[in-house]
């Protein structure tokens, strides 16, 4: 026979195709199966397995074959309706052999196994030595590329695990997890990530405002910044530092939060708004407020934190007893209440703005409805 090639370590094996026998005429066909792997162990997911009586041609061209079934994608074939005899059994890929079994058998009603293990003693010696080292520092390259995918697969199994155990409260199940997963690779500012918001659901949050800083900084240092991961890790830093009792920081954290991801921008600013609403400096928080509405004009929650943080404002009318609202207050209530009517807030709104002069949120209410 012709030399032929191996398939993923691209090499050619001679074997003598001395000893074939021509298939036996009989009656009940017979079928065939078997699994296809080449020199380097691998399983094989194309090709062919061809049989054959035809003895006179050396020639993957001209030789004719009886039967042809496809290797699947596990590296499986199976045939059957095969008329019983003795058949000489090629894998072929590309219309070229790659290996062969000679005196194959097919029994009348039986089904006949033949796997074809090139990594078998008989097929590697028929290599050259050239050959042979391909295959070698083929073998070695795909066992760097084995130990890396499996390091992959074992940083991924602990990130799924450590999320799982964060919906469950698990959060000191959840550092375990992500504590190793740093270890054994520092550079990955995803891991960091994770491993500050389960040390963030704990509570501990100096612990998680240096995880969440890191994953910032691996992210930046990237070749490509992921703005997602930025995003997320400023918007929890801003949590963590607002733990850790450090409001100013906070609020930098959140900005960095919204430059780094601007298609979330009216999320982080809206966090920056509550912090603020709730360390009592409403007057920034209704600035931070207008920066969220800015960012996503559809975020009712950012119009309620901003009447919020004007109704301080309101004054008392001593012969109505209504309120007359402050500029951008009656406003925000109204948008509030379009955007979010059976929001959470929109019972307490509704209660808001009843107490309002009714002339001034008619008024308002008729204004609005001109500018449509």
Same mark, same amino acid.
């Given at each position: ?31 065939? !199966?078997? !699994? ?57 890929? &590309? ?18 196994? $033949? ?40 940083? &991924? ?68 910044? &992921? ?18 009792? #450090? ?34 400096? !409403? ?35 001593? #012969?109505? $007893? ?22 959470? !807030? ?23 409805? #001109?500018?449509?």
């Amino acid at each position: 026979m012709k030399s032929r090639i191996l398939t993923v370590a691209a090499v050619a094996a001679l074997l003598s195709p001395a000893g074939m026998a021509f298939a036996q005429d009989q009656a009940q066909p017979g079928s065939i !199966h078997g !699994h296809v792997q080449n020199a380097a162990g691998q399983t094989q997911n194309t090709g062919d397995i061809k049989l054959t009586t035809d003895r006179s041609s050396t020639d993957d061209k001209t030789r004719k074959y009886d039967y042809s079934f496809p290797v699947d994608a596990e590296g499986n074939y199976k045939g059957s309706g095969i008329k019983p005899g003795k058949y000489v059994v090629f894998y072929i890929v &590309n219309g070229k052999s790659v290996d062969y079994f000679n005196d194959v058998e097919i029994k009348p009603g039986a089904d006949t196994l $033949q796997d074809d293990d090139m990594s078998r003693e008989e097929f590697l010696k028929s290599m050259t030595p050239e050959q042979r080292k391909q295959l070698e520092d083929y073998k070695k390259q795909n066992a760097a590329a084995v130990a890396a995918n499996k390091a992959v697969a074992n940083l &991924n199994a602990l990130l799924s695990g450590a999320r799982d155990d964060e919906k469950a409260g698990k959060y000191d199940d959840a550092i375990a997890k992500m504590q190793q997963a740093t270890t054994q690779k520092p550079d990955e500012a995803l891991l960091w990530l994770e491993l500050g918001n389960a040390q963030l659901g704990a509570k501990k949050f100096d612990d998680a405002a240096t995880s969440l800083q890191k994953a910032a900084d691996l992210n930046a240092a990237s070749k490509k910044p &992921n703005p997602s991961i930025a995003g997320s890790a400023y918007n929890n830093l801003g949590q963590a530092l607002i733990g850790a009792k #450090k409001p100013t920081d906070a609020l930098a954290a959140y900005d960095k939060a919204a430059a780094a991801e601007p298609t979330k921008a009216g999320v982080y600013y809206y966090n920056e708004a509550a912090v603020l609403y709730n360390a009592g400096n !409403h007057e920034q928080a209704a600035q931070a407020a207008d920066k969220a509405i800015t960012a996503d004009p559809t975020k009712a929650d950012a119009y309620y934190i901003k009447g919020q943080s004007l109704i301080d404002k309101a004054a008392l009318d001593p #012969k109505t $007893q209504k309120m007359t609202a402050p500029d951008g207050c009656l406003e925000s209530y109204l948008k509030y209440l379009e955007l979010a009517p059976n929001g959470s !807030h929109a019972a307490d709104v509704q209660g808001i703005v009843s107490a309002f002069d009714e002339k001034q949120v008619s008024a308002f209410k008729a204004a609005r409805g #001109k500018k449509k």
